[in-house]
């Protein structure tokens, strides 16, 4: 069976441009989660949907991130405009009933 | 807000040795996960406890969901090099389906 697919694996942009990062979770799972990962920081829960509907994103770190799930099999990721401090790795997971999640690849970002 | 201790952050062991690894956290958690992430990728869901005193194996891997409620164990036995990689804690809170809190790791090295 198909995992969590990500894509961008690798992005590098440059400063206040526009960054969409996809997902597809894994089929019949009703919640997604969004989450960045760094260094200093560890993993964080930027934001989660039920049934396509945001539950909670008061881990969105601004006004410049936003999270659409438009169907069950896609979600999206958006930072507008791009700053170097959003340099992290971003991470989606499914779970079919919100506490066992299953982890994509992850899309690492860049910004320079 | 909640906060999970993980120790100890990292451990350098021979092949064939066993390791321990625990988490603690400030507040009582109704269910406990432990993940797994090798470089490059996302976190692997390696065992998830749900019971206060439940005792779980997965393999040569054994978590453990302390009778307070407030931490957790991780043993691996007879450690491989494949064990290689950086392993978390997550806790959930009764009544926040879908918040999981991570620990910050600990990173694990296996010399041959």
């Known amino acids: 069976d198909a995992g969590v697919i990500q894509s961008p694996r690798h992005e590098v942009t440059e400063m206040g441009q526009e960054v969409t990062l996809r997902c597809k979770p894994i089929?019949?799972?009703?919640?997604l989660f969004w989450y960045r990962q760094t260094m200093m920081r560890g993993l964080e829960l930027l934001i989660y949907f039920n049934n396509n509907v945001p539950i909670d994103d008061s881990g969105m770190p601004e006004d410049r991130f936003s999270a659409k799930m438009p169907n069950a099999s896609f979600s999206t990721l958006k930072i507008q405009p791009s700053e170097p401090r959003d340099s992290a790795v971003y991470f989606c997971a499914s779970s079919p009933q919100g506490t066992e999640q299953y982890f994509g690849p992850g899309t690492r970002l860049t910004v320079t | 807000g909640q906060q999970l201790n993980q120790s100890p952050q990292s451990m350098f062991i021979q092949e064939g040795e066993d390791v321990s690894m625990n988490c603690t956290s400030s507040s009582i958690f109704n269910t406990w996960l432990w993940y797994k992430q090798d470089p490059g990728e996302g976190p692997v869901l390696l065992i998830a406890l749900y019971k206060a005193g439940e005792l779980t194996s997965n393999g040569r891997l054994t978590a453990q969901f302390g009778i307070t409620r407030k931490d957790s164990f991780l043993n691996i036995s007879a450690s491989i090099p494949s064990d290689v990689g950086i392993y978390f804690c997550a806790g959930q809170e009764g009544g926040s389906q879908g918040n999981l809190i991570f620990g910050k790791g600990t990173k694990l090295s296996v010399k041959p």
């Open positions: 089929s019949g799972h009703d919640y």
